[in-house]
Nanobody
Framework: EVQLVESGGGLVQAGGSLRLSCAVAGATLNDFTIGWFQQAPGKEREGVSCINSRVGTTYYSDSMKGRFTISSDNGENTVYLQMSSLKPEDTAVYYC???????????????????WGRGTQVTVAS
């Protein structure tokens, strides 16, 4: 079984930075597309960024492009999301996800992914 454990969330001022970590157990990073979804109060979960280490592809939502960077560390079996220039509208629970598909654009644009982490809260204050 694949287990995803998120960490790194917290409270940050607008314009600040955070780095989220997703530790993957039960699989290597090359076995799955790994990514991040966000869910703000009263809204559906939306894809933020996804990466497939084997294919070497990434996806970013339009609102995150240029501000967030996703990366992988095969030695630590961990995927990171470096978030910069944070905005109050980025406030949400961020979930790590994994999917067997190699197509990062489809994975990040569909709520029907194979595995979900439990989430980590990110709060951006003005």
């Amino acid at each position: 079984e694949v287990q995803l454990v998120e960490s790194g969330g917290g409270l940050v001022q607008a314009g600040g930075s955070l780095r989220l970590s997703c530790a993957v157990a039960g699989a290597t990073l090359n076995d799955f597309t790994i990514g991040w979804f966000q869910q703000a109060p009263g809204k559906e979960r939306e894809g933020v960024s996804c990466i497939n280490s084997r294919v070497g592809t990434t996806y970013y939502s339009d609102s995150m492009k240029g501000r967030f960077t996703i990366s992988s560390d095969n030695g630590e079996n961990t995927v990171y999301l470096q978030m910069s220039s944070l905005k109050p509208e980025d406030t949400a629970v961020y979930y790590c996800i994994a999917d067997t598909s190699w197509q990062v654009n489809y994975v990040c644009q569909s709520p029907y992914v194979d595995y979900w982490g439990r989430g980590t809260q990110v709060t951006v204050a003005s």
